[in-house]
């Protein structure tokens, strides 16, 4: 496989580094891989594999030619990274990555927290006003909330690389190789969080049969196990963003990034309305012990709109 990367290097290493011949440089070494693998899979030698693979690559210039590439390195929006800069970064995702999945820790227990203070008052458990659980529900989320918005703001010194930017062939190599190391890292994040979520629901069926106080710390323990998993999501998730990002793959690709833009303008109204409806129920209605459920509603229908997108422009792309 090494030896293919090296080989489509060489190829391209006359060329400039446009965003649009990055762009055909990795879309050409993903089909190859793919033609790699495929070629091992009937039964060929790696060196079969590879020759097979390189003899059917054709001629750069033509293919540049076909495609009406502009060779002209005259890109001013996109600017070379150094290997300091990148290390930099990607240890500032990690820092970032913390105090996200804090926040998003801390707004998932703050209903928790209100579930449990108002089981405790209702058990006549413990002795305080009905609003106490209303109280720490807010100051929770406000600690939340400053933490995102700290983590946001800080990104501004790397405004430059969330705008793309032009990684020499080594240094691209070089991160192609640590994503590869880590994906497994975050592949298991992904399955553990799953299995986290499907498994939290037992609590529920434990204390079914309890009183108010058992019904609400079965749910308790519920909220405790999805909130674990979705720290899992995003600590790893941030990290595997820093990598998409620097290598234009995954959601930053020019096409995913422009469908990022339509589901981001969504997520903006979608978002807020579900926080005005949580807080409707809540103060009108004094439905807190359950209007918690309109985020992970949200979140669900949320999901499934930005995927159904997603594919309905792909499919009309490719038609």
């Known amino acids: 496989m090494e030896t293919i990367k090296t080989y489509l290097d060489n190829m391209f290493a006359r060329?400039?580094?446009?965003?649009?011949?990055?762009?055909?440089?990795?879309?050409?070494?993903?089909?190859?891989?793919?033609?790699?693998?495929?070629?091992?899979?009937?039964?060929?030698?790696?060196?079969?594999?590879?020759?097979?693979?390189i003899s059917e690559f054709g001629n750069i210039d033509e293919l540049v030619s076909e495609l009406g590439l502009n060779t002209e390195n005259n890109e001013t929006s996109a600017r070379s990274i150094s290997r300091e800069e990148v290390?930099?970064?990607?240890?500032?995702?990690?820092?970032?990555?913390?105090?996200?999945?804090?926040?998003?820790?801390?707004?998932?227990?703050?209903?928790?927290?209100?579930?449990?203070i108002?089981?405790?008052?209702?058990?006549?458990?413990?002795?305080?006003?009905?609003?106490?659980?209303?109280?720490?529900?807010?100051?929770?989320?406000?600690?939340?909330?400053?933490?995102?918005?700290?983590?946001?703001?800080?990104?501004?010194?790397?405004?430059?690389?969330?705008?793309?930017v032009l990684l020499p062939y080594d240094l691209e190599n070089e991160l192609r190789q640590e994503y590869s190391k880590f994906m497994p890292t975050f592949n298991l994040n992904i399955v553990i969080g799953v299995c986290l979520i499907l498994l939290s629901p037992i609590s529920l069926f434990v204390t079914s049969q309890g009183?108010?106080?058992?019904?609400?710390?079965?749910?308790i323990v519920m909220l405790i196990i999805v909130d674990i998993a979705v720290v899992l999501f995003v600590l790893s998730g941030n990290q595997k963003e820093s990598f998409d990002r620097l290598l234009k793959t995954g959601d930053y690709t020019p096409k995913k990034k422009a469908d990022n833009k339509v589901i981001g303008a969504v997520a903006s109204i979608v978002w807020p309305l579900a926080a005005l409806i949580f807080l409707t129920l809540g103060f009108v209605f004094h439905l807190w012990y359950i209007c918690w459920i309109v985020f992970p509603i949200t979140g669900i229908l949320f999901g499934m709109f930005s995927a159904?997108?997603?594919?309905?422009?792909?499919?009309s792309n490719n038609g």
């Open 15 to 53: 060329l400039p580094r446009t965003a649009q011949i990055v762009e055909l440089k990795n879309n050409i070494l993903t089909n190859m891989e793919e033609k790699y693998l495929e070629l091992k899979n009937q039964g060929k030698s790696e060196n079969e594999a590879i020759g097979i693979v």
């Open 87 to 116: 290390n930099d970064y990607i240890t500032f995702k990690k820092v970032t990555g913390i105090q996200i999945a804090l926040g998003v820790f801390l707004c998932i227990m703050a209903p928790i927290v209100l579930i449990l």
């Open 118 to 164: 108002n089981a405790l008052i209702d058990s006549e458990v413990l002795i305080a006003p009905e609003s106490s659980g209303i109280i720490a529900l807010f100051i929770i989320i406000t600690i939340a909330v400053a933490l995102l918005i700290k983590s946001g703001m800080s990104l501004e010194r790397y405004k430059f690389i969330e705008e793309g």
């Open 211 to 219: 009183d108010s106080l058992t019904n609400s710390l079965g749910l």
């Open 308 to 315: 159904a997108y997603s594919i309905m422009n792909d499919n």
